[in-house]
């Protein structure tokens, strides 16, 4: 019996069939402590967006680590690295002139969203838009905030009440947001939590004109939009470093994570609209908020070298064009019997629906021993989700294994 506790596991089951040990990445594919290769197609939990065995990740850490690992970003402390990566990250910001507050993770990004766009509420003198707003099937990280305002019912069993003053709308109706307005009156609500693919809930894309509608929905109504884009920043929609940036969101809030190093240590970041830090930084004002690993410099010397792999390599176009490969090469597999669905179309991701939603652990099984490390999310959802660097012949490659698994 081992010590660890896996995220999101049945142990019972862990401790009878032993773990999948991973124990090296290179490119697209990883290789099991046996030394057998598999396909990587999820890059670990979506975010390898540059490949595995990046040495020019790992040389940046080094040097950073070896000069200073990591101080404080608490008051006026900074290290120059974090300093730098923020001004490049609101060069990058769909929102001009944003201000960047960085996290460890996606779940500290969630939380730290909605503790802010209730404290700029107050600060504006309107205490009662207190109302966080998710959408079904949305997932937000496993803190309490993103655990209570996320759409995945499994998720909050056995806790109890996490937070009050959360409620979820439907994931594809615009018009579900607008009765929840007129019901509870847009003077309640602080903040709509949109993720523009809904990933781990099962990667549904949002139907035409969905996203545009939300958004105006939201600042018709005095309603700040949050883009949870800790799946789809930095280059995983497909040509462009934010899905926000594609279909013209302005957030006012960006919540990020997992890409900005491609998860080569970690690190997330909330991306604040002037509008929202305005209150902030007119002097005399705390957000009394922060993590000790907020802005860590070894972590942000691995995003500067992430960010300069991208540029220099064009990988916003490879995601863009490994968009096209996934929508090809899986469309077939749609007539396969034991599949209900094929999404995607939109950005490097895609999923295969099961028929059968309980058959998602066997085929992850399945996958496996075609050569291809997988993952099932949502109800039976194959989650395809592969680096930027995954090549036409990789992509073929993936498409036969999962007809094979298929059966
Ligand atoms: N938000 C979204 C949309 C996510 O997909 C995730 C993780 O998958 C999170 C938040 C939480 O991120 P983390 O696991 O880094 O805390």
Request: with cysteine.
């Amino acid at each position: 019996m081992g010590a660890l506790w896996h995220g999101f596991a049945d142990m019972g089951a862990v401790e009878r069939e032993g773990a999948f040990v991973v124990a090296r990445g290179e490119g697209a594919y990883i290789w099991d402590e046996a030394g057998r290769r598999y396909l990587d197609a999820t890059a670990g939990l979506w975010f390898t967006n540059v490949g595995h065995g990046r040495r020019e990740i790992a040389d940046a850490v080094a040097a950073q680590l070896s000069t200073l690992a990591h101080y404080s970003n608490f008051g006026d402390l900074a290290a120059p690295v974090t300093q730098r990566l923020a001004e490049r990250l609101a060069e990058l910001a769909p929102v001009p002139g944003s201000k960047v507050m960085f996290t460890s993770g996606g779940s500290d990004s969630v939380d730290t969203a909605a503790k802010l766009a209730r404290r700029y509420w107050r600060e504006l003198g309107r205490p009662d838009k207190t109302l966080l707003v998710g959408r079904r099937l949305a997932y937000h990280g496993m803190h309490v905030a993103g655990t209570a305002l996320a759409g995945i019912p499994v998720n909050h069993d056995g806790y109890g009440e996490l937070m009050t003053d959360t409620r979820t709308v439907e994931w594809d109706s615009a018009e579900s947001l607008s009765t929840l307005i007129d019901e509870v009156g847009a003077d309640r609500i602080a903040a709509f939590f949109c993720e523009p693919i809904i990933g781990a809930g099962g990667v549904y894309l949002p139907p035409e004109g969905y996203l545009e509608q939300v958004r105006r929905l939201c600042r018709d109504n005095d309603i700040l939009f949050v883009a949870d884009e800790v799946v789809t920043g930095f280059g995983r929609i497909g040509g462009s470093w934010f899905a926000s940036t594609r279909f013209g969101l302005e957030p006012d809030l960006m919540t990020t994570a997992k890409g900005l190093t491609s998860g080569y240590l970690p690190m997330g970041a909330v991306f604040v609209a002037p509008r929202v830090a305005e209150p902030f930084f007119a002097g005399g004002v705390w957000f009394r908020h922060g993590y000790t690993y907020g802005g860590h410099a070894g972590s942000a010397a691995a995003a500067m070298a992430n960010l300069d792999i991208i540029e220099r390599e064009n990988l916003l176009d490879a995601s863009k064009n490994v968009e096209s490969l996934l929508h090809e090469h899986l469309a077939p597999l749609a007539a396969h019997p034991r599949v209900a669905e094929v999404r995607s179309g939109l950005g490097a991701v895609a999923a295969i629906q099961l028929a059968e939603p309980s058959e998602g652990p066997t085929m992850v099984k399945a996958l496996r021993a075609q050569g291809v490390s997988g993952r099932a999310a949502g109800q039976g959802a194959l989650q395809i989700s592969p680096s930027f660097v995954i090549t036409d012949e990789q992509v073929a490659e993936l498409a036969a294994a999962i007809g094979r698994a298929l059966g």
